[in-house]
């Protein structure tokens, strides 16, 4: 008992630390957003005097996140007077140290219950922001991609809450039904494939947005949304929004085919359009068509973003409402 | 060129493209002229000016062009999820026919419009089998011009090397003293790769050199699409060859795979009876073990395990044990666990002395602590007596409530109690009617009651004999509560096929989305006494690395004094 009443501590723990990461990202987000302001003045004003090709350089769209390889965003950012990247960096620590609190509760949850930690509603919440936290810092591994911290962070936080207040049951064993290896992979690479397709959801949505202030959106134009102009071009965002995507489609498709394995043997059929089953299949169309959509002409970038949009709308629905509203045979959750 | 890539209605892709447009040096006209041909303006500019006269059989083509394309696809993507939602919202026949009857009931006008559109059967539809029906045509007819293109390609030589490589993507320039062969090998050299791991297929002609890599992009995208035309038609096989059979079984008895034998047996139209193999099951034990330690989940399930006996058709016996995830397989057919419960001996002696009635009867749990409902019925009574129908629940556990309610508060048999109220009338069973064995319809009955107008409650705990109120005469629970089995015994020769394309889409999928398919090319001229080297490279789709394959190829070139490269812009 005090084994898991310390991995709850910890999980609490973990969502102040994504809620400050927050925070940090958030400032970061405004300071770059202020120093665009400033250096469109600034352009405004010099337009004549100075040499447009410096300008261009800090005005340009991304430029604070360069392609990959391109260098350290600092050099590219300077250009329009040094802004301070503290508050992303702190953003940065802060999120490594909720995530691995989160691995500590996620482990400690599993001791605790004797078995692995994702068998239902509220452990499965807790590996799948896990998961997405991971996607995020392993991305910033290799190229910045701190833009995205303010919303992966602010997704954990609410995905931790929406865990511990609402889908919260004790640490126990589980059901014969559930008494296989195929939970760990069936289970395991669902909550892997959620965690991508968060991520790449972020991405998306960051795209469809800039997009549209850079088409001139008249609600998107106001100041307050300045912040947009330091997130990648649509163009970078989509193809990593792609990359995200196809990976998480291809763990998907190992989730379905997965759980058809396990259904064989526990259920006698393969296939059965249980509620669950048929909504990873949407989910799975919804990818099929996104990735379509994205060689079809007329139908790449936006609207392949919105593939996205609706493709991750149908995860979360896949995910809390099959669980909660329909009466089907994956009623794992746990909650009466 | 030598003959016209097949390329899909509407497909935006570059690098199919960069043959026409860009590889073929743009001599053969305008990129936009295979665009518009393509494009969603259709058909209008292949009929020439004016109204299309297209004719029966250009109709038809048109028509086939349009199913085949990218833009149709997507839509009948769209639609197949679209389509598949109302499945997980209302209830479907073959899964919970008692809650389609129900919402027939609660909902009498829609429920009869949605039943005669089909909604109750969603995945057996016309409209939902018209919509993936349409969309494995459209793949079909998409994917076998595809195989065969690719096909073609896979024996051709690279497309050979344009005169500009301003329009690549990537490109870059090295200098050195090496003569032009030397440059050329040793690029070349690098771009095949090691003999064990080869990379590029790469043609030298003088000095100019064209490569290839990633034909197994293409080949893993087909193999998926192919795939699932394969698990497509092995499903179908599977739906019309199985067969599936459900029998409770009780504590030393069995059942024969026949049949007649199995309570409930379903099979696709192809199947043969002669194919079951006769083989006999006995089921001699039945455990179940709970969890007792931990409070907060006390009485949870934890393991059931059938002890079963089989006997095969040549004799031979042999002991064999079902679990739940751990199907028993016999002569190729599959024996799962479903369910479980008690099934108490009961003996009902009628008021003229004669055994009426002597029977397990399997009483089904509703609730997880086995409180469970069943149902006697007595038509075998002497000529005379009114027929006897007991209703009631057993408790493994029994608890009262102080309102006198009574539930089971463990699921095993601790403190047996079982509770019936005693009916008598004209069960109905000899007109002949099919009825639900678990179900009685007390509706034409007369119930036993208390002088108080409350029904009778019979008491019977195991080993008990009781009178049966109103001089109906005795009813008796045997001493042992045997434990039943819900057995589901299910064959489907198609599994193998099923689980290979699966497996083989899988794979297909991956192979195609993480393959770079790139395309370099080569140029070595001598200029002001050294050797220029420059390369260009095109891929398909988007590949974060095609930069650095230039940048590679062009570190290859052997003494290089300088070496550039014209980074992509986005876009």
């Known amino acids: 008992m005090q084994i898991a009443e310390l991995s709850e501590l910890l999980v609490w723990a973990a969502a102040t630390a994504f809620a400050v990461a927050l925070v940090a990202f958030a400032t970061d987000l405004a300071r770059l957003s202020g120093a665009k302001v400033d250096a469109r003045d600034e352009a405004r004003a010099g337009a004549q005097t100075r040499a447009t090709a410096d300008v261009g350089a800090g005005s340009e769209a991304g430029a604070a996140y360069g392609p990959a390889g391109s260098g350290a965003p600092e050099a590219t950012g300077t250009s329009s007077g040094a802004v301070s990247r503290k508050a992303a960096g702190i953003g940065m620590s802060v999120s490594w140290l909720g995530t691995a609190l989160l691995l500590a509760a996620i482990v400690l949850r599993g001791l605790a219950a004797g078995r692995i930690p994702w068998a239902n509603m509220y452990e499965f919440t807790l590996v799948g922001t896990f998961v997405a936290l991971a996607v995020f810092l392993g991305v910033n591994l290799r190229r910045d991609a701190r833009y995205l911290g303010a919303f992966v962070t602010g997704l954990g936080t609410i995905f931790l809450l929406l865990a511990q207040n609402v889908f919260f049951v004790e640490a126990m064993g589980v059901q014969p039904a559930l008494q296989k290896y195929w939970l760990v992979i069936h289970v395991g690479v669902a909550i892997a494939a959620t965690g991508t397709f968060t991520v790449a959801f972020v991405m998306s949505a960051l795209q469809l947005l800039r997009d549209s202030r850079d088409a001139g959106s008249a609600v998107l134009a106001h100041p307050r949304w300045g912040w947009l102009d330091s997130t990648p071009t649509p163009n970078a965002l989509e193809a990593q929004s792609f990359r995200l995507n196809a990976v998480g489609f291809v763990l998907w498709t190992f989730t379905v085919i997965g759980g058809a394995i396990w259904a064989e043997d526990a259920w006698g059929r393969y296939w059965g359009w249980d509620p669950k089953e048929v909504w990873s299949f949407v989910v799975w169309v919804v990818y099929a068509a996104y990735l379509h959509a994205r060689t079809t002409r007329g139908w790449s970038g936006r609207r392949a973003a919105w593939f996205v949009v609706a493709g991750y709308a149908c995860v979360l629905f896949n995910f809390t409402g099959v669980n909660l509203i329909f009466d089907g045979m994956h009623s794992y959750s746990g909650l009466s | ?571």
């Not at chain 2, 097949?6 to 497909?11: K, L, R, S, T, W």
């Not at chain 2, 919509?131 to 195989?147: A, D, K, N, Q, T």
């Not at chain 2, 090998?185 to 490569?211: I, K, M, T």
């Open chain 2, 1 to 571: 060129m030598r003959e016209t890539k097949y390329v899909p209605e509407g497909i935006s892709d570059a690098f199919a493209e960069g043959d026409r447009g860009v590889g073929d040096d743009a001599a053969r006209g305008e990129r936009p002229a295979s665009g518009s041909e393509k494009g969603p303006g259709g058909p209008g500019s292949e009929s020439g000016q004016g109204l299309p006269r297209l004719g029966w059989v250009g109709t038809l083509r048109w028509t086939w062009r349009q199913l085949t394309s990218m833009r149709v696809a997507l839509m009948l993507l769209m639609l197949l999820a679209v389509a598949a939602v109302p499945g997980s919202v209302l209830p479907q026949r073959n899964q919970d026919p008692a809650a389609v009857l129900t919402y027939l009931a609660d909902h009498p006008t829609a429920g009869e419009w949605l039943d005669r559109a089909g909604f109750f059967e969603v995945y057996t539809s016309p409209w939902f089998s018209a919509i993936y029906l349409l969309l494995f045509v459209s793949l079909v007819g998409c994917i076998l011009p595809r195989s065969a293109a690719h096909w073609r390609n896979l024996r051709d030589r690279p497309p050979r090397v344009p005169s500009r490589f301003s329009r690549f993507p990537a490109q870059g320039t090295a200098i050195t003293d090496a003569t032009p062969d030397e440059a050329m090998a040793a690029v070349a050299a690098h771009l095949r790769g090691r003999p064990w791991l080869p990379a590029f297929r790469v043609d030298v002609r003088g000095h100019e050199l064209s490569a290839e890599r990633g034909y197994l992009r293409e080949t893993g995208n087909l193999v998926f699409h192919l795939a699932l035309v394969g698990l497509l038609v092995s499903v179908a096989t599977g739906q019309m060859l199985h067969y599936r059979g459900q029998a409770i079984v009780t504590e030393g008895r069995g059942f024969a795979n026949a049949v007649v034998d199995y309570d409930t047996f379903e099979n696709g139209s192809w199947f043969e009876p002669s194919t079951l193999t006769p083989f006999a099951m006995t089921l001699d034990s039945f455990d179940s073990e709970f969890e007792t330690s931990d409070v907060a989940a006390f009485g949870q399930a934890r393991d059931f395990t059938a002890h079963v006996t089989i006997t095969e058709p040549s004799g031979e016996t042999r002991p064999e044990t079902v679990k739940v995830n751990h199907p028993l397989v016999v002569d190729g057919a599959k024996i799962y666990l479903q369910g479980n419960g008690f099934a108490p001996e009961l003996t009902v002696t009628d008021a003229a002395g004669e055994v009426a009635f002597s029977q397990r009867v399997p009483f089904l749990p509703e609730d997880v602590n086995y409180t469970s409902r069943g149902v006697v019925k007595v038509p075998d009574v002497s000529p005379g007596l009114d027929q006897i129908g007991l209703v009631g629940y057993f408790l493994p556990t029994a608890m009262i409530e102080a309102d006198g309610s009574a539930r089971s508060g463990f699921p095993l048999p601790t403190d047996p109690l079982l509770i019936l109220e005693v009916y008598r009338g004209d069960l109905g069973l000899d007109e002949g009617v099919p009825q639900n064995v678990y179900r009685l319809d007390t509706a034409t009955l007369t119930p036993s009651v208390e002088d108080t107008g409350e029904r009778v409650k019979v008491l019977l705990r195991p080993g008990d004999t009781v009178e049966l109120p109103d001089g109906l005469g005795t009813v008796s629970l045997g001493a042992d509560i045997p434990r039943y089995v819900a057995l589901d015994l299910r064959h489907d020769p198609s599994l193998a096929f099923v689980l290979t394309f699966a497996l083989a889409a899988l794979g297909g999928l991956t192979v195609s989305l993480f393959t770079p398919r790139r395309r370099v090319w080569a140029r070595a001229q001598v200029a002001d006494g050294a050797t220029v080297v420059e390369v260009a490279g095109l891929a398909r789709g988007d590949d974060a690395g095609l930069d650095g394959e230039v940048e590679r190829a062009l570190g290859a070139v052997p003494g290089s004094t300088r070496s550039t490269t014209t980074p992509r812009t986005e876009g």
